[in-house]
């Protein structure tokens, strides 16, 4: 196997520029960890450089292969499309540069220990950690036109609350549940001090519109940026190299 094809890492893109600027931040604690390796940033849309160009200046340099990595949540319709779309022009265009798309963060348990932090930090520093029979949670995920997709993160919920024992319930900025109608489920279980636990990488339009929502709700912190969310992106990349190179019999 060549030794250290160039990671590209992938992000969504957002008109906001905290959320570039969040991801820029990731990216520098993923180059930290190993400064061997060749490693670019691209955004789908919003925000330059694209993937196209990114990828059109992998092929310039003379580099033979890259492994893509989504820095996104779920496997909805970004990564399933949009992105494979890009990558197979990208292929057509470059036949000598080989491209191999790594899996998205999905529901991996660093991450979901990561929000848990999140969520901890955030009842610690309103002294609400003294009475946990009190406390609720409203996990905020974007939302997908995917039906499938937004059942996942509903099943993430669960799992969350099962990790936690804190009663949680899933809503979604573009999409029902809404965070009113997931609050009022997670009060109707008995809990009166509600805290909304961003599913989101970084803030950003749709997580000022869940504040905007309703101002009176806390919310814990945003994932991105730290350390375990930088080994989660060199563990896809691994992986995808060992699908890439298989060993052979």
């Given at each position: 196997?060549?030794?250290?094809?160039?990671?590209?890492?992938?992000?969504?893109?957002?008109?906001?520029?905290?959320?570039?600027?969040?991801?820029?931040?990731?990216?520098?604690?993923?180059?930290?960890?190993?400064?061997?390796?060749?490693?670019?940033?691209?955004?789908l849309?919003?925000?330059?450089?694209?993937?196209?160009?990114?990828?059109?200046?992998?092929?310039?340099?003379?580099?033979?292969?890259?492994?893509?990595?989504?820095?996104?949540?779920?496997?909805?319709?970004?990564?399933?499309?949009?992105?494979?779309?890009?990558?197979?022009?990208?292929?057509?265009?470059?036949?000598?540069?080989?491209?191999?798309?790594a899996?998205?963060?999905?529901?991996?348990?660093?991450?979901?220990?990561?929000?848990?932090?999140r969520?901890?930090?955030?009842?610690?520093?309103?002294?609400?950690?003294?009475?946990?029979?009190?406390?609720?949670?409203?996990?905020?995920?974007?939302?997908?036109?995917?039906?499938?997709?937004?059942?996942?993160t509903?099943?993430?919920?669960?799992g969350?609350?099962?990790?936690?024992?804190?009663?949680?319930?899933?809503?979604?900025?573009?999409?029902?549940?809404?965070?009113?109608?997931a609050?009022?489920?997670?009060r109707?279980?008995?809990a009166?001090?509600?805290?909304?636990?961003?599913?989101?990488?970084?803030?950003?339009?749709?997580?000022?519109?869940?504040?905007?929502?309703?101002?009176?709700?806390?919310?814990?912190?945003?994932?991105?940026?730290?350390?375990?969310?930088?080994?989660?992106?060199?563990?896809?990349?691994?992986?995808?190299?060992?699908?890439?190179?298989?060993?052979?019999?």
């Open positions: 196997m060549p030794s250290s094809p160039t990671l590209v890492a992938v992000a969504h893109g957002s008109r906001d520029p905290r959320s570039a600027a969040t991801v820029a931040a990731l990216l520098e604690q993923v180059r930290a960890a190993r400064p061997g390796t060749p490693t670019r940033l691209a955004f849309d919003l925000n330059a450089p694209v993937v196209g160009q990114v990828l059109e200046s992998v092929a310039a340099a003379g580099e033979t292969h890259a492994v893509v990595v989504p820095l996104l949540l779920g496997s909805a319709f970004h990564a399933r499309v949009d992105l494979p779309a890009l990558l197979a022009g990208a292929a057509t265009r470059h036949p000598r540069l080989r491209l191999t798309q899996e998205v963060f999905g529901a991996d348990p660093r991450l979901l220990e990561l929000l848990h932090e969520v901890r930090t955030a009842y610690t520093e309103r002294g609400w950690d003294t009475e946990p029979e009190r406390l609720g949670i409203v996990l905020a995920a974007v939302g997908s036109s995917s039906t499938i997709a937004n059942r996942q509903g099943r993430l919920a669960l969350f609350a099962d990790r936690t024992g804190i009663p949680t319930e899933v809503c979604f900025a573009t999409a029902e549940p809404t965070l009113a109608q609050s009022a489920r997670v109707a279980r008995g009166d001090r509600l805290l909304v636990a961003p599913w989101f990488l970084a803030p950003g339009l749709l997580t000022d519109r869940l504040r905007d929502q309703d101002p009176l709700l806390p919310h814990a912190g945003v994932l991105a940026p730290d350390p375990a969310l930088a080994d989660i992106v060199w563990d896809r990349y691994d992986n995808a190299l060992a699908r890439a190179y298989p060993l052979s019999a």
